[in-house]
């Protein structure tokens, strides 16, 4: 691939996709001790990056591919971004997605005009059908990210970073399959070969720091993440070879991580973000000091079921001490609920929920089960609160977020 190829791209898109300022992020400067910039990408068309390498790979077609009609394989913001590139160049588009894929990622498939079918658990396991639909029907597959006309789609996002931050020292992108990452690398260090690129994966669902090790492209067995749009098994074969010579560092954030990044970036950037394009911003937040400014930092999508975006937000609030859930096994008398609620009142914890139930069996006859959610301002009172409760003699159990 050459520098040319990413302002072809560059000329292609030129109309199509949004041009986005890039947003201050003084919530972050203030730890990494110089300028941080958000590239919220969650605003472009499609709501990510995807439509830049998908519209680039659909323009490049032949007349008689684009009579064919395309396929792709996404868990909602490739199969958006294509599904939109079709309906611009008028090319018909079949998406395979995995049967739990987000509903607002469905629909809003369905909504361009894409046929949606669904098939498997996973990306990969969906890619398999695509691949075997391309073959029966003739349609082309558009890869995720394995193809150098998707690569340097996504690496026109690395020509406008610059431009918009001429001084930036660091780019953080969050990296699923490769191709935004390899994208954005490469067109970066072809300009300026001293800014620093790091690509971040969520742990849970990490391949690249496994293949860099070993020199190639590893699979994954198991992934475990709530970044589903990142929960790839195998680095594609393109942006691997491409992230090996440009990106200079790998790193991997936990979920307690992404969920606390996709709560700070809702309420101090007043974003709305999905985990996998959070995770650019978890590690940052992770490690400030270890970030060169000017920063940049990769938006990459904000595709996000507001079912799930709540579940994220409370295990968010829990990761940064914001919200506690308990459940206290305490003798069964008359008070002895306002005895707890007394102690709670005591440290101003704001009770959300409270349940009463004396017919767990794993509770002993006349004692009673009290399950608690409550608001808190900070880490410390969480765990004064607990500290509070243990002293005066009570068995408590802290649930999950």
Known sequence: MELSDVHGAADRIDG?????????????????GGPVYLVPENLQRAGSFKIRGAYNRIAQLSDDERRQGVVAASAGNHAQGVALAGQLLDVAVTVFMPVDASIPKIEATRG???????????????????RAFADETGAVL?????????VAGQGTLGLEILDKIPDVKTVVVCTGGGGLLAGVAFAIKQVKPDVKVVGVQAEGASTYPA??????????????TMADGIAIARPGDVPFELVQQYVDEFRTVSEDELSRAVLLLLERAKLVVEPSGAAATAAVMQAPPDFEPPVAITISGGNVDSLVLLRIIRHG??????????????????????????????????????????????????DVRI???????????????????QDRGYHVEVLDG
């Open 371 to 389: 399950d608690i959610q409550m608001e808190t301002r900070s880490a410390e009172q969480r765990d004064q609160i607990l500290s509070a409760l």
């Open 16 to 32: 199509i996709v949004r041009s986005l300022p890039v947003q201050g992020a003084r919530w972050l400067t203030e730890q990494v």
């Open 211 to 224: 293949s860099l090790e070993a020199g190639e492209p590893v699979s994954r067995e198991q992934m475990n």
């Open 317 to 366: 609030m829990a990761a940064a001490g914001r919200y506690l859930s308990i459940s206290v096994h305490t003798a069964d008398f008359p008070g002895s609920l306002a005895d707890l609620l007394d102690v709670l009142k005591g440290h101003k914890a704001n009770v959300v929920d409270v349940f009463h139930d004396r017919t767990d069996p794993r509770v002993s006859i006349g």
């Open 142 to 150: 558009i890869h995720p990210f394995d193809h150098e006309h998707v």
């Open 112 to 130: 361009y005009g894409a046929d949606v079918r669904f098939h498997g658990a996973t990306v990969d396991e969906a890619l398999v059908e695509a």
